[in-house]
């Protein structure tokens, strides 16, 4: 699902590092800028409807409120810092991929050593790390003018995303194009650049996602039940579609299984898009 995610950072730190193996996360968005190492393997990144393949080496920088989502292949590695309130730079990168020049991964990985142990004053080191390694970034990459604000045609997909959520999967695509103000052709091409998936299967993962948590409320329920109360028609379409989703079958879903850890957004929650595949180092 994509929607607004909200990082919990330690008091004083205005950044948090994590590093994956096999990172994988659902398209999102948030406040603060995001640069991403991949230390290994190949990662390819989504953002706002472009791709781009990264592979050991590569940086991407990811400017606040942008639409994205990382898919990592079987093995890959990378490390994944986010910040606020420190760099606030007048001028973007012309390109948000890049090479690292300047030992961004290394960088990233004593940040994570300082969120870890926590000696005393690691958040001023941290916000120091982060800060001194951008400045390297922006002095030697090209720049542009920034982007202006936020096109209304953007701000209404985040709308639009929001308004599926809450739905659960019930709404339809001649609602949503209609919403969107788009002939239903140029949705169908614009929602499948900017989301990665097709508009039927964005509601099918929302449907699943709801699957998961009748399933793990421990109420007693039969299939057919359950796929009723998700929007399937066929319990065989049911069935191919969980298990496309999560990998098991709903019979056999593991205890304590969380398709992508979220929870709606309220002041003071925090949302996760990475999901359950991703292992952190």
């Known amino acids: 699902m994509i929607q ?38 190949e990662v390819r990144l989504t953002l706002n409807g472009c791709i781009f393949d990264l592979t050991e080496g590569d940086c991407a920088f990811i400017s606040r409120e942008s639409v994205h989502s990382i898919a990592g292949a079987p093995g890959s590695r990378a490390a994944v810092a986010q910040f606020a309130g420190l760099f606030d730079a007048p001028l973007r990168l012309r390109a948000p991929v890049f090479a690292d020049r300047y030992r961004a991964g290394a960088r990233l990985d004593e940040l994570d050593r300082e969120s870890r142990e926590k000696r005393p004053f690691y958040a001023e080191k941290m916000n120091a790390l982060i800060t001194s390694l951008m400045a390297d970034v922006f002095r030697s990459e090209p720049l542009a003018e920034q982007a202006e604000a936020a096109q209304p045609t953007l701000a209404r997909y985040k709308q639009l995303l929001l308004l599926l959520e809450q739905q659960g999967g019930e709404g339809t695509f001649a609602e949503a194009a209609d919403f969107m103000h788009m002939s239903p052709a140029y949705f169908s091409r614009y929602f499948k650049k900017m989301t990665g998936l097709t508009f039927s299967g964005y509601l099918n993962v929302l449907r699943v996602d709801r699957a998961v948590e009748l399933l793990a409320g421990g109420e007693d329920i039969t299939m057919a039940d359950l796929m009723a109360r998700c929007g399937f028609n066929t319990l065989r379409n049911f069935n191919r579609v969980f298990k496309a989703v999560t990998g098991y079958a709903p019979t056999s879903l593991p205890a304590g299984f969380s398709l992508d850890r979220r929870v709606l957004l309220s002041q003071g929650s925090t949302f996760d898009p990475t999901l359950d595949t991703s292992v952190v180092l």
């Not at 948090?16 to 991949?38: G, I, K, S, T």
């Open 4 to 41: 607004q995610e909200k990082r919990a950072f330690d008091a004083g730190a205005k950044v948090w590092v994590q590093r994956y193996e096999n990172l994988r996360n659902l398209a999102h968005w948030h406040f603060e800028d995001e640069l991403v190492v991949c230390q290994g393997g």
